[in-house]
Structure formats: C-alpha cells, structure tokens
Nanobody
Framework: QVQLVESGGGLVQPGGSLRLSCAAS????????MGWYRQAPGKSRELVAS???????NYADSVKGRFTISRDNAKRMVYLQMNSLKPEDTAVYYC????????WGQGTQVTVSS
C-alpha cells in the first residue's frame, strides 16, 4: 500500500500561484499513474490532473493551461503547480493514484480569495 501526504496549500489572491506537493511511500510508486483531485464544499471530489508512469499528463478543462502536474520518481513526489488561480479553485486538494485507492490522505486546503 502507498501512503500519501499532501502539503503546500494556503490562502492566495486571485491570479496568484501555489505549488502543491505530495510525498508518497512504497516502492511501487514509480509504476503508478498519479492524480491530483479536489473537493470543494458541497461538491463531489473531482480529478483535476493526472500523470502516468511514463509522464503523460491529462488535465480537466477547468484547469488546462493553468495547472501543471509533475513527478519525481527518485524522490517519490508528485507536484501540482497552480497558476492564475481563481476563486472557483478553492477546495481541499488530494493526491492519489489514478484511479484512486479507497483511502485518502488529509488533503491540503487551497483558498483563493481577495
């Protein structure tokens, strides 16, 4: 089983940037497709970006061109660079494999507000 710990969230003004990090355990990490998910209040959790073991990426239309997912297999890390943030990006962000494990980490809160 892979354990995942997210960090890097915070309060940012519209138009600002944040970089989220996800630390993973487990030797199988490098073989897993990984994703960043988010859940806004009152909404279902959604996949916003994913990266395969061969570093192919996919993005939800709502974040395309603004978010960039990357990974460092040697460090067992997954990152989400978020630029041009909008209030509607406010959510708790989680990393998990794609498709996800049943269990989730604690997530990291991102709040975009002036």
């Amino acid at each position: 089983q892979v354990q995942l710990v997210e960090s890097g969230g915070g309060l940012v003004q519209p138009g600002g940037s944040l970089r989220l990090s996800c630390a993973a355990s487990g030797s199988i990490f490098r073989f897993l497709a990984m994703g960043w998910y988010r859940q806004a209040p009152g909404k279902s959790r959604e996949l916003v970006a994913s990266i395969s073991s061969s570093v192919n990426t996919n993005y939800a239309d709502s974040v395309k061109g603004r978010f960039t997912i990357s990974r460092d297999n040697a460090k067992r890390m997954v990152y989400l660079q978020m630029n041009s943030l909008k209030p509607e990006d406010t959510a708790v962000y989680y990393c998990n494999k794609d498709p996800p494990f049943d269990s989730w980490g604690q997530g990291t809160q991102v709040t975009v507000s002036s």
